[in-house]
């Protein structure tokens, strides 16, 4: 592909990974934390552990999210590497 085909690809990823409620507010959440745990991030946006952990996926394959194991825990925290759109949607959310 091009890199033209491959910047669109990036950002359709992007925003389809962004089009959901729970992850705005997932990303949302994570802005002010320097990481946190799947728990902790499910009771802030009020949803199940499980629920939680495949919204946390979906943004982990988008390049938004980061993780890291940490005992039996498993962290959480925004990408420094994210895409621009996925800045610029995170720093848009109040």
């Not at 592909?1 to 409620?21: C, F, G, P, Q, V």
């Not at 992850?23 to 199940?48: C, N, Q």
């Not at 039996?72 to 848009?92: C, D, F, G």
């Amino acid at each position: 592909m091009r890199k033209h085909a491959l910047d669109l690809k990036e950002t359709e990823i992007t925003i389809k990974a962004l089009s959901n409620k729970r992850r705005l507010l997932i990303v949302r959440f994570l802005r002010g934390k320097r990481s946190a745990p799947v728990g902790e991030i499910a009771t802030s946006i009020k949803l199940s552990f499980k629920a939680t952990s495949k919204h946390l996926s979906i943004l982990y394959s988008a390049g938004i999210v980061e993780k890291e194991q940490v005992s039996l825990q498993m962290l959480y925290r925004l990408s420094p590497e994210m895409s621009h759109v996925a800045k610029y949607i995170s720093n848009s959310l109040e």
